[in-house]
């Protein structure tokens, strides 16, 4: 596996209080139910306008942000998913509707336009039991994929993110996704690969306190039969494989260990089909400094009329190498100067990870923050504060000092 140094990369200035995005959770129902998903289903969870404000109240009080993540459950699941909309966009936030599509009309997204949806994170992946889709495999999905982007590119200047669970079985598949996301560039503005994990109780126990927790009360435990230890390294080699210039340009690390890459964060310019070049560390650092300079925020989705622009961005090349030799590749061909040239995100998320010594590696300054009892929380650690108050601790396999 390659050996990536954290050094060379720039650091996301996101902080707990000073971020990019926010994880509004309105329901914990959903239509779906995903072998990775860290959420339970509940049928009855849908909360009120009320609940809903208070939380927004929450965020805006201790954290800025740009974009409100609106997810759950499924959010479009809620009744009252326009007026979520309307009120995230009120305050000034860009609302981003995070759910798997399924109940996504073309009727409701015009609605959901007019409400001031600013973009969708779709997530789709094998392991959904998704309805006339159970046999197919990750390539076969991209048919469902270029679905949901040409509707969005229908309607207009909405921004389009994918989102796929990545198991061990289908990581293979990474490759193939990512060079239908070069196809659909100009559709498609996010590609972010979510590596499968899962509470692995043959590796540590856990704790609350000076009790020892069955792990088998939350929805996110299991027997593992299969890795929930894929590293961002071994997605990243993958791509650079097919890509031999592929790089990234920015991370996120462990709240435990610094040189792990929890989020990583890769921006490309190209056309259909072909790929010029890509995004330094130092063209990244400009824009989420200018951005917090400008709107006192850090930058989270742009508007497909933004990331069409990708001949202004070659301008950054003053400034990074990276995108001086895009700059290069792209202008080689004279008439390219009157194509649009697009940017792609991509990105690579690892969750949480357990350390030999029974820690927890966390996302350090994650943007999937969400509220819980009036309090930030990780979302993706919900279960423990609706079952037992707090976030459980872990401990090597019998460890027997004190716990506390």
């Known amino acids: 596996m390659v050996k990536l140094n954290h050094l060379d990369y720039y650091r996301l200035p996101w902080n707990l209080c000073d971020n990019s995005i926010s994880w509004l959770e309105p329901t914990a129902k959903c ?16 909360k009120s306008m009320e609940v809903i404000k208070q939380e927004l109240d929450v965020f805006t009080s201790l954290r800025k942000c740009d974009g409100v993540s609106i997810t759950g459950g499924d959010p479009l699941t809620h009744p009252q998913v326009i007026d979520i909309v309307k009120e995230v966009k009120r305050r000034g936030l860009k609302p981003i509707l995070n759910t798997n599509g399924l109940a996504l009309t073309k009727e409701l997204l015009i609605e959901l336009k007019k409400a001031g949806v600013y973009g969708f994170t779709f997530h789709i992946d094998s392991k959904q039991g998704r309805p006339g889709w159970k046999d197919k495999n990750e390539v ?11 509707m969005l590119a ?37 590609m972010v690969f979510i590596l499968y994990r899962a509470v692995n109780n043959n590796l540590v126990d856990f704790y609350l306190g000076p009790q020892k927790i069955n792990m088998g009360e939350l929805v996110y435990n299991e027997e593992p039969v299969e890795r929930t230890d894929i590293k961002a390294e071994e997605a990243w080699e993958l791509i650079k494989k097919e890509y ?48 917090h300079m400008l709107f006192d925020r850090y930058l989270a989705y742009s508007e497909p009329k933004l990331t069409r622009k990708g001949r202004s961005m070659l301008l950054l090349g003053i400034f990074d190498k990276k995108l001086r030799q895009a700059a290069k590749n792209f202008l080689k061909n004279p008439f390219n ?47 423990e504060q609706l079952k037992y108050g707090q976030n459980v601790r872990s401990y090597p396999k019998g460890f027997t000092g004190q716990h506390n």
């Not at 207009?156 to 193939?176: H, M, Q, R, V, W």
């Not at 009157?338 to 994650?366: A, T, W």
């Open 244 to 291: 031999p210039d592929f790089d990234s340009c920015a991370y996120l690390n462990g709240s435990e260990k610094p040189d792990s890459f929890k989020w990583l964060l890769s921006g490309r310019l190209g056309v259909k089909g072909k790929i010029y070049g890509y995004m330094g560390p130092k063209a990244m650092e400009i824009i989420q400094a200018g951005h």
């Open 154 to 190: 229908e309607v207009g200047n909405l921004s389009c993110s994918f989102n796929a669970t990545i198991y061990e079985d289908t990581i293979k598949y990474i490759p193939e996704l990512t060079k239908w996301a070069e196809k659909n560039i100009d559709k498609v503005q996010v």
């Open 31 to 46: 239509n779906l139910s995903c072998d990775g998903c860290y959420r339970q289903n509940e049928k009855d969870s849908h």
């Open 140 to 150: 076969d999905l991209n048919e469902l994929r270029y679905h949901f982007a040409s």
């Open 337 to 383: 100067i009157f194509r649009k040239l697009h940017y792609q995100s991509l990105m690579i998320i690892q969750p949480v990870d357990f350390l030999e010594d029974g820690r927890q590696n966390m996302c350090d300054g994650c943007p999937d923050i969400t509220v819980w009892n009036g309090k930030l929380v990780w979302s993706c650690r919900m279960e």
